[in-house]
């Protein structure tokens, strides 16, 4: 034991440089960790998100099954921006706007976002003046945005907000218009989005969830 102690006492010492690399090497480790701590915070917002879409999506399925969606719903469009085309209709098996709307929906929720599109476009251009129609101008639109098409998702999505006064989804097309923009590049586009949100609807889910996106 008094051997082991003098040898030990006879080590040198860690070099400045040891203690430098050592301290550079801690710092480099606790910014590996605080990124994977950032990201890992980014996915769970994300999953949060994901679920909540997917109740309210499946909230909305259960309310049309209810509903005979014949016009009288708790929303009506303050005008009619399409006109159907009836040569169109009179071509097309007439079904009811319950299974146009659901057939849709179904496609979006499975990721077939081509046919949504169609689904929803033909629901629109046959039912203008339906209590769903901004619900089907909003889904459209994120069809869209789902393909990273954000030009063509902003314009639809600025529909929503143009032709749907009032409508429920309006805080959410705002919303979804700023991340859009962002992923564009467009900083200022989307700092408006989202100054108009907290405007309109201080209170709103998605003026929550636009206070935690991270504009550059």
């Not at 203690?19 to 801690?26: E, V, Y």
């Not at 990721?111 to 039912?127: A, I, K, M």
């Not at 991340?179 to 309109?200: C, K, M, V």
Request: proline share 6%; glycine share 6%.
């Amino acid at each position: 034991m008094i051997l082991l102690g003098l040898l030990a006492s006879c080590a040198p010492p860690p070099t400045t440089k040891q203690s430098g690399n050592l301290t550079q090497d801690m710092r480099h480790l606790m910014t590996m960790l605080d990124k994977q701590g950032q990201e890992l915070q980014s996915v769970s917002r994300q999953l949060v998100e994901l679920q909540s879409q997917q109740q309210k999506q499946a909230q909305e399925i259960d309310q049309l099954r209810r509903e005979s969606l014949t016009g009288e719903g708790t929303y009506q469009p303050a005008s009619l921006p399409r006109t159907p085309d009836t040569t169109t209709v009179q071509g097309q098996d007439a079904g009811s706007p319950t299974a146009v709307y659901l057939q849709a929906f179904g496609d979006y929720a499975s990721g077939r976002y081509q046919s949504s599109v169609q689904g929803f476009e033909t629901f629109l251009q046959r039912f203008p003046n339906n209590s769903y129609a901004s619900n089907a101008q909003f889904w459209l639109a994120d069809c869209y945005f789902n393909q990273q098409q954000y030009l063509v998702a902003i314009r639809e999505f600025e529909r929503v907000l143009n032709e749907y006064s009032g409508a429920p989804k309006n805080p959410d097309a705002l919303y979804k218009i700023a991340i859009a923009q962002l992923q564009l590049g467009a900083t200022d586009e989307a700092r408006q989005a989202i100054d108009t949100l907290n405007q309109r609807y201080p209170k709103s889910t998605a003026t929550r969830k636009a206070q935690e996106l991270l504009i550059p």
